[in-house]
């Protein structure tokens, strides 16, 4: 048995490089010899937003608190609230983060291939974003 403490896990701010606005990350759990999914959870301020990217695996978001939206590339924007539970399969291109007017906090949960949970793409623009 593995117990992961919450004061041996920092709180990470989200990188400029791969987010749009403020977001907070909380480490909940890594890969070890026998699980290779990976799981945190990730708060948005309002407006806050990941950008495009995908999963070899796929990933499992489990929204928690707050309103969000999230995007598949190509489809039409989701509402997304505490409760909701979300599957993108693997390679699908997406974007998830909080509405303009609200916080939205989810933890996500992927698996590791080849070392690797996501693939990071390009931000999405203010105009993909209000659309």
Known sequence: MQISHLQDRDT???RADLFTGHAL???LFDGNDVRQTTGGEVTFAPGARSNWHTHPAGQTLVVTDGRGWIQ???GEKHV????DVIWTPPGVKH???AMATHSM??????????GSAV???EPVSDEEYRH
Request: no cysteine; charged share 25%.
């Open 72 to 74: 598949e590339e190509g």
């Open 80 to 83: 997304i609230r505490a409760g």
């Open 105 to 114: 906090t989810h933890i996500a949960i992927q698996k590791q291939v080849d």
């Open 95 to 97: 974007w998830h983060g």
């Open 25 to 27: 990350i909380d480490p």
């Open 12 to 14: 990470v701010v989200g």
């Open 119 to 121: 693939e990071w793409l």
